[in-house]
């Protein structure tokens, strides 16, 4: 064990500590094999001879042409039971043997709205078993709308919290609020001299804020889907003033309706009251 970590350590094969910057590869911070070592804990040391005594016995018997891993849905891999049969769900057992699921399967359960706490585990796991294999998601992914109508770069985009409207901020100075159902234009919001940085729309879906390289903040009336609620669509609510350079970002809050968060290239951020 002391020659293996001598010759991981010297020939840099132990990985390295993610980061968000990028780094050069002598700034890497390499992860310590001890550290390593308690994090597979749950590896049996005679592993490696198990694998090795798969591959050389599949080499005796008709191996797959261009065979490169033992982790992919081929006859050799280890993801198979003793019954043949593909384990999904392998990464999240071993995840879970020290009782909690790892930072991307949790991150997956998140985003697909199925993440719990400690005390709903079991309906985390039960949900990863049955998501979709990634294989098959991009063929169930199939174009809805076209929204078209601004005349420069659109960067800002997202749903009112019913989901039945789309607003979208551009570099042409304009935000637009669309039908997700027809994809159809309902109103062009006008006011911002600048170009378009963020949107956000209020927990209880009557504004929405839209951030601008004009260093101001504009609130619009965001009113109700259905013919009635059209009458205040795109009205204009409030413009914020104060910030001395682009506002890059807006936010509100998700509790109090009134609350509107916001940050600026002038180092300064913002909290807003628009009653």
């Not at 504004?207 to 609620?229: E, K, N, Q």
Request: aromatic fraction near 6%.
């Amino acid at each position: 064990a002391a020659v293996l970590e001598q010759e991981a350590s010297s020939h840099r094969l132990l990985p390295a500590r993610p980061t968000l910057l990028p780094t050069s590869q002598e700034d890497e911070q390499i992860i310590p094999y001890d550290e390593l070592a308690r994090r597979n804990a749950h590896v049996p040391h005679a592993h490696l001879a198990k694998l090795l005594r798969q591959v050389l016995e599949g080499s005796q018997a008709n191996l797959p042409q261009g065979f490169t891993s033992l982790l992919g849905q081929g006859p050799l891999s280890v993801l198979r039971d003793t019954a043949g049969n593909l384990q999904r769900d392998f990464a999240v057992r071993k995840s879970l043997q020290n009782g909690r699921l790892n930072v991307l399967h949790s991150g997956i359960l998140r985003e697909t709205g199925y993440g719990g706490t400690a005390r709903n585990r079991s309906r985390e796991v039960y949900a990863y078993r049955n998501l979709a294999p990634p294989e098959l998601i991009p063929s169930r992914i199939t174009h809805q709308r076209t929204f078209r109508g601004h005349r420069n770069a659109t960067y800002c985009i997202l749903f009112d919290k019913t989901g039945s409207r789309v607003i979208t901020g551009s570099d042409d100075r304009l935000v637009k609020v669309w039908s997700t159902n027809t994809g159809y234009l309902l109103c062009t919001c006008r006011g911002h001299s600048g170009e378009i940085s963020d949107l956000s729309v209020s927990a209880d879906n009557k504004y929405f804020a839209s951030a601008s390289m004009d260093h101001t903040v504009r609130i619009w009336h965001l009113g109700t889907p259905g013919p009635s609620g059209t009458k205040t669509l795109g009205f204009p609510a409030a413009v914020l003033l104060g910030h001395s350079l682009y506002v890059t970002e807006c936010i509100f809050n998700p509790m109090f309706n009134h609350l509107l968060l916001t940050v600026s290239d002038d180092g300064t951020a913002r909290l807003w009251d628009i009653r």
